[in-house]
């Protein structure tokens, strides 16, 4: 019996299942290529020529913060009149050099002259009243003497008078009527002294007391004048101290009141750099610390006298003051640079400051790589940072290449493919 013999499928006697086993090595070769290839494919392509890029550095990082400071008179006096008036004379003008006690400005006030004609007249009366109620006083105390003396005589009539009617009682020649009337005389005569002796003792102390209660009032007056006569002295304004006039804003004919500013003085016997601060150095700055110009000039190191807790528009006030003896040539509302010291140096692995910051908080950076074509998104921890580094505490080492410029063009991408 026949047997038939079938030909074998597939091309060439290859079999349908190698086939299979082929496509699938060609997908998964094609599949490795793309996974190779991916990141060349969605990088960002940027050109070189926009790129600001910078090496990661191991230097002496110098921890300090620039100070734009300006220089002001280390202290400046306001000019207030204790008395209000109206200005009738400029005596001196703004930039003047004034001593203590010299006039600026002089006012005018009728009140005021009123007031001292009127305390100078009421005085007065009081004077006449006191002299009239002395002279009254002195009177009735004579008047009192003249009683005092009259009952003291008539105390000694009465006391002869009994002596005698008592000889004659005693001897049997008078009645015992008379000798009664005459002891009860006697006696109701010493009583009256005695009565009279009270009321002048007791009016010589209530006159004692009124006259020193109203010479008291005359003196509080005599003293109420003068005060009255030194505020109108005060109405001749005068420089509290040595110094120059830096501001003086009155007019001729200005109605000016008490306690308001009219000027200042500046005292030059020293001065004081005045600067602000960026509000995140605020837990590092204090008192004490050093700073110096940017220029390095000789003998101008200034130490930081005093820092204001008051942080405005992202900033916080700070005061220098001069360890040394400062340049002749220093002026009022000079501007200079200062670099106040923070820290010693120390080694440290830095970059250099740039605009990625605003973009990344500092957080992350574009790496380059070893050929520099590609740049690779990196998480980094940056620390300390001074006018031109920031310290890097993590994610970076020296020799490594960034890129420091905005990457707000770059959007969301990790990778940057860079044309030359």
């Known amino acids: 019996m026949d047997i038939k013999i079938e030909k074998p499928k597939g091309i060439k006697g290859i079999k349908p299942v190698y086939w299979v086993y082929s496509g699938l090595g060609l997908i998964a070769v094609g599949l490795i290529i793309w996974l190779a290839t991916s990141d060349i494919a969605s990088a960002y392509k940027v050109e070189r020529t926009g790129l600001n890029i910078a090496d990661v550095k191991s230097i002496k990082f110098d921890d300090y913060v620039r100070v734009d400071g300006r220089v002001e008179p280390i202290r400046t ?8 008036g109206i200005v009738m004379e400029i005596v001196a003008e703004e930039g003047t050099k004034v ?11 009728s009140n005021l002259d009123l007031q001292i004609l009127n305390a ?24 009192n003497r003249t009683d005092q003396a009259q009952i003291e005589l008539e105390v000694q009539r009465k006391y002869r008078g009994y002596l005698q009617r008592k000889k004659l009682f005693d001897d049997r020649l008078i009645a015992k009527e008379d000798y009664l009337q005459a002891k009860e005389d006697y006696e109701l005569a ?43 002295e005060r109405l001749n304004v005068v420089s509290p101290i040595d110094g120059e006039l ?26 004081k750099v005045t600067g602000q601060v960026d509000e995140h150095y605020i837990d590092r700055v204090h ?3 050093i700073a110096f110009p940017a220029k390095n000039e000789q003998n101008m190191n200034m130490r930081l006298r005093k820092v204001f807790p008051e942080v405005r528009e992202g900033k916080f006030k700070v005061d220098f003051v001069f360890t040394g003896k400062c340049t002749d040539n220093i002026r009022s509302g000079q501007t200079c640079l200062l670099s106040l010291q923070l820290g010693q140096p120390v080694d440290a692995v830095v970059i250099p400051k740039g605009s990625f910051y605003s973009s990344t908080g500092g957080k992350w950076i574009f790496v380059l790589d070893s050929s520099g074509k590609r740049a690779y998104k990196r998480n980094i921890r940056l620390g300390r ?7 890097v505490l993590e994610g970076l080492e020296p020799g490594e290449r960034i890129i420091t410029n905005g990457y707000e063009s770059f959007g969301d991408a990790t990778t940057l493919s860079i044309n030359e």
């Open 77 to 84: 006096i306001q000019i207030s009149p204790e008395e209000g």
């Open 120 to 143: 100078e007249a009421e005085l007065a009366e009081k004077q006449n009243i006191l002299r009239n109620t002395q002279i009254s006083m002195e009177q009735d105390r004579l008047n």
């Open 190 to 232: 010493l009583r009256r002294n005695e009565l009279i002796s009270q009321r002048l003792y007791q009016d010589s102390i209530y006159r004692l007391s009124q006259v020193d209660q109203m010479e008291d009032n005359l003196a509080n007056m005599q003293k109420n004048i003068q005060l009255i006569r030194r505020r109108k």
């Open 287 to 289: 008192k004490d610390l």
């Open 246 to 271: 830096g501001l003086l804003d009155v007019e001729l004919g200005q109605n000016i009141t008490a306690g308001q500013k009219i000027g200042q003085i500046n005292d030059l016997t020293a001065y």
């Open 385 to 391: 940072q001074n006018p031109e580094f920031y310290e």
């Open 99 to 109: 001593h203590k006690g010299d006039v600026i400005v002089r006012l005018s006030n």
